[in-house]
C-alpha cells in the first residue's frame, strides 16, 4: 500500500513539474495578455531628433496610408500584419505573417529585426523604441506607437 501511494506520489509530482513546464499551458503574463487581446494600429513613429522622447508632428514618419494597417499577436508568438484600405503602393501585401516574442524579462519585444526595448504596454497603448549610431556617431532613438 505504502508503495503504491509512493509511486502516486511521484507520478503526480512528475506531471506537475511537466505541465509547469510547458509553456502552452502556463498563464500568460500580463503584457502577453495586453499585447494579444485585440489588433493594433500604427499611432506614429519616427526619429526622436531631440531625444525628448516623444515623437513631435515634425518628426513623425507615419505615411497616412500606414494609418489603417494593424497588427494581431496571438499568444503562441505569432500574429499576422494586415494592410488596410488604402495601400501605400499598389505592391503592398494585404497580409503578412509575422512571429515575435518578448526578451530581457518582458522589457523588449522582437517584431521586426531586432528586439525593441518597451516604453509602455497596456490596455491601449504600444509604444517601443530602438536605438541606433547616425551617420555622425550619435546614438537616435527611433519611436513607434501603437493603439487599439
Known sequence: MKTTLM???????????????NKEGANPSPSAIFLTQQAWKFEIY???????????????????CESDDAFTFYLNGTGIYQSGAVKCTVDDPTSLNLSWHFTNNE?????????EKISKLDETTLEIYYLELNSQGQQVKYIRRFHH
Open 7 to 21: 509511486k502516486l506520489l511521484v507520478v503526480s509530482l512528475f506531471a506537475a513539474g511537466f505541465a509547469s513546464c
Open 46 to 64: 519616427g526619429l526622436d531628433e531631440n531625444n525628448n522622447g516623444v515623437i513631435e508632428a515634425s518628426e513623425n514618419a507615419m505615411q497616412s
Open 107 to 115: 522589457t523588449e519585444l522582437q517584431i521586426f529585426t531586432a528586439p
